[in-house]
């Protein structure tokens, strides 16, 4: 004998039902079969809120009703064929006449005990039970309709009966003494032991009496047919990437299910378990997919963690008191009191101080667990030996699962430290003295970004999925798009690594897209979005979206944009950046951001606010990570400075070679920035700091080259018309390291604490003198390089280097 239990998708239409009769038919080719239904997909949903509505006096019952009734009257007219339907349709609509009847019983009365809802809801398997039946009668298949309130007997706890096993297993052995090769019968259903009135056994309770059936008959195997090929790694709605699971022991189901896993009723486990009976996960809609097996032992080697599962909604109840040490049997009187309120206890934690003990319940049962605990300690609560309960809601539980954890040390530091980088603050932590789980509760804001890192990190070894937000799409950012774009596939297949761009903005505009903009036309879906771009909204969207591994690349040159960095580590979100604003700003606020950054458990990368992409910054930690001192820098830091005095021979007048400069993209957006020094200024201050020196942009002595005429002009345009007037100037400065076989490079030094920048000139055997185009050179003199300093050098400036030098530090994030 077989026991097979089809799911409310299954039988939701005479589609799908035909799928159901092909699987019965080839099963019950080889034994006798025992199928349990659920009433059709959404009919106990409507049942319920029919009934909710008709308690309200709300006429709008009717329609409701009606579409129950229209839906299993097509599906009567669907299902067989005119000859065959008369006495179904009869017996279906006599069922609905009664139904109709109730309803308005409970209209006039205005009043729903918890007694009526069970038995209207009954009405829900066993319309269906009847339906599918003469379906699979009517195509020919051995089959005898059952009904389950005749064996499955319960207590009078409507809502959510509780079977009396002995009386049941007694009159369902009785019951299939004789049985069909097919029977069929409705699950959820039973009636009480003492008065036969109609109970339920609770929501998705058909799992649970196709489990009794099987346990009563010693069944070979039971199957759940459902929706999706197994028990996943997690709740597939939530975690897109999760997969089914080969096999489970009895426990691990059990936890599972016990923590939210849906896809089976939690006490169907007992029975079988008890019995020894397989349990087979399978989906309809897939039949030749392996799907889940539950048995007594799962495999000994295979994934240590099996699976997480989720309640979306919990709270904490909490205990306190300097006095409980001294109160006797605080915990048994605790749990007696909500068991006697029938309050269903998810998790406990207990300080080990006994100052408190924390326990997580179902959301629906705060009001009774507040009532029933406050009553019990009411005494010691009045006398201040404990205070008034705190309740906290608005939490998740999420729990992991597998039986071979207790023999592996680490489980519970990984899933810790994947939390902790997603910046998400676990409120309390258990694990089962038979460290079968280990459970965390947390904000629910935070739980679909936890369960996906989660999963990343246990199931799929090392894929991960990053998630860029990009502010600024000059130069700089426009090539970073087109590198991601063509790299995507590349980082897919060879390093596992799924990159994605959720979110653009420019100084306009902004656009947000959590799955990943499409790459081929953001500047449409950007443009065309009229969402208006505003630094703090963009923020605040990033925080909302709370995905995992989110990376905000700024590369923008705002003041405004670098405000706003600290909020953004804080809220355990990386920044990758070549905006020197933040990390030149007072020494204060780096340090700030730096350590936010390592509190917050999230990067602060700036490798290119430094010589574009050469790995100037990352050396330079390097070397001071690894111990070593840093006592001098020199360096030509501006890519800028560089291209202009290798192109000007005083042949040309200097504004000419400073607008060529700013075509080719080698400038900061406004050229001055770069001529005046202030930004050599502050790259070398960066390294400066880097290298552990307290610095501030003030302490840089600066000698500038161009006259102060020049620089205090208004416009662009105006600066220009100056550098002519005084054209002279360079001319001058030009001719004279000409003279003397010099060339002239603007240089920043660093020694021993003292910094100052300013245009020199250097003969032909210093290094500086041959460094072409718009190159970088960095020296950095230290304990261990102290006769040959090591040498950074290459290109410094433009778009490609800087957006690849983004991209390394990105993928640093992803390595990490
Ligand atoms: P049925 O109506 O067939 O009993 P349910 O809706 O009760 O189906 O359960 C199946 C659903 O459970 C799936 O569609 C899935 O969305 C949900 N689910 C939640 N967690 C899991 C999990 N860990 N594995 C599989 N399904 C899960
Ligand atoms: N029809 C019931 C429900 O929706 C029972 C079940 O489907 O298992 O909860
Ligand atoms: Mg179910």
Redesign the pocket.
């Known amino acids: 004998m077989f026991v097979l239990k089809f799911?409310?998708t299954s039988v939701a239409t005479s589609e799908n039902l035909k799928k159901v009769r092909n699987i019965v038919s080839e099963q019950s080719e080889s034994q006798k079969v025992v199928v349990v239904v659920?009433?059709l997909g959404g009919?106990?949903?409507q049942l319920q809120e029919c009934a909710l509505l008709a308690s309200e006096g709300k006429e709008s019952y009717k329609e409701v009703l009606q579409s129950i009734e229209k839906r299993h009257i097509e599906l009567c007219n669907e299902l067989l064929s005119v000859k065959e339907r008369n006495n179904t349709l009869t017996r279906t609509k006599l069922l609905l006449n009664d139904l109709e009847d109730i309803y308005r019983g409970v209209f006039l009365i205005r009043e729903l005990s918890p007694r009526s809802l069970d038995h209207i809801?009954s009405y829900?398997?066993v319309l269906s039970a009847a339906i599918i039946s003469d379906y699979f009668r009517s195509t020919g298949l051995d089959t005898l309709l059952l009904d389950s309130k005749n064996f499955i007997k319960t207590d009078n706890r409507f809502g959510k009966a509780t079977v009396d096993a002995k009386t049941t297993y007694t009159k369902i052995q009785k019951e299939f003494e004789s049985a069909a090769q097919i029977s069929v019968c409705p699950?959820?259903v039973a009636s009480s032991k003492n008065d036969g009135l109609i109970t339920?056994?609770?929501?998705?309770?058909?799992?649970?009496?196709a489990a009794l059936i099987a346990a009563a008959l010693e069944a070979k195997e039971i199957q759940i047919w459902t929706d999706v090929s197994g028990m996943m790694t997690s709740d597939p709605r939530l975690v897109p990437n999760a997969h089914p699971i080969e096999h489970l022991s009895y426990e691990e189901a059990m936890e599972l299910s016990h923590f939210g896993a849906k896809v089976i009723?939690p006490p169907t486990i007992q029975p079988v378990l008890d019995a020894d009976i397989p349990v087979h996960i399978k989906n309809t809609f897939q039949s030749d997919n392996p799907g889940t097996l539950i048995s007594k032992d799962g495999p000994e080697n295979g994934q240590v963690v099996k699976g997480t599962s989720c309640i979306q909604e919990i709270a904490l109840c909490t205990l306190t008191g300097s006095g409980m040490i001294a109160v006797p049997n605080i915990s048994y009187r605790l749990f007696g009191s909500l068991s006697r309120q029938e309050v269903n206890v998810i998790m406990i934690t207990q300080a080990s101080s006994e100052h408190s003990i924390t326990v997580g319940i179902a959301l629906d049962d705060i009001d009774k667990a507040r009532q029933a605990i406050s009553e019990e300690f009411s005494y010691e609560i009045e006398t201040h030996k404990i205070n008034p309960l705190e309740v906290e809601t608005g939490l998740s539980i999420i729990a992991l699962v597998g039986s071979r954890m207790k023999k592996q040390v680490g489980v519970s530091a990984k899933l810790f430290d994947t939390l902790s980088h997603n910046g998400v603050n676990i409120r309390a932590i258990a694990q089962g003295s038979t460290e079968l789980n280990i459970t965390v509760v947390i904000d629910k804001k935070d739980l679909k970004k936890s369960l996906n890192s989660i999963h990343e990190s246990f199931f799929l070894s090392d894929r991960r999925k990053l998630h860029l937000f990009m502010i600024g799409v000059g130069n700089v950012g426009q090539v970073f798009i087109e590198q991601v774009k063509a790299q995507q596939e590349y980082l897919a297949k060879k390093h596992n690594l799924d990159v994605y761009i959720a979110g653009l903005a420019n100084s306009r505009q902004m656009y947000f897209h959590e799955e990943g903009i499409d790459l081929e036309n953001w500047q449409d879906l950007m443009e065309n979005n009229h969402q208006k771009m505003d630094t703090e909204k963009f923020v605040e969207k990033m925080k909302d979206l709370n995905l995992r591994n989110s990376v905000c690349i700024d590369s923008t040159a705002s003041e405004d944009i670098a405000k706003l960095y600290k909020d953004v580590l804080e809220s355990s979100i990386s920044i990758v950046t070549p905006n020197k604003i933040a990390c030149s700003s007072s020494f204060n606020n780096f340090k700030e951001l730096t350590d936010s950054a390592i509190k917050y458990k999230s990067k602060f990368l700036y490798e290119t606010n430094v010589g574009a992409g050469l790995p100037v910054i990352s050396t330079l930690n390097d070397l001071i990570k690894s111990g070593d001192e840093v006592h001098k820098i020199q360096a030509v830091l501006s890519g800028t400075l560089n291209f202009i005095f290798n192109n000007y021979d005083g042949t040309q007048k200097f504004s000419e070679v400073v607008q060529a400069a700013k075509e080719a993209g080698f400038t900061e957006p406004d050229p001055r920035i770069d001529l005046s020094g202030v930004d050599v200024m502050r790259k070398i201050l960066i390294l400066a700091r880097v290298s552990g020196y307290k610095l501030e942009l003030d302490d840089i002595v600066n000698n500038g080259f161009v006259p102060e005429e020049c620089m205090n002009t208004d416009s662009l345009d105006e600066f220009y018309t100056k550098l002519d007037e005084h054209d002279e100037v360079f001319k001058e400065i030009y001719k004279k390291a000409d003279k003397q076989n010099k060339r002239l490079k603007y240089v920043a030094t660093f020694v021993d604490g003292k910094s100052q920048t300013g245009l020199e000139a250097f003969e032909a055997d210093h290094p500086f003198y041959n460094l072409g185009g718009k190159d970088n050179i960095v020296l950095f003199h230290t304990n261990r390089y102290s006769d040959q300093p090591l040498v950074v050098k290459g290109a410094g400036a433009g778009a490609a280097v800087t957006a690849s030098g983004i991209f390394a530090d990105i993928m640093k994030i992803a390595s990490a």
């Open positions: 799911g409310g659920s009433a009919i106990t949903n809801l829900g398997e699950g959820f339920t056994l609770g929501r998705g309770g058909s799992d649970y009496t009723y």
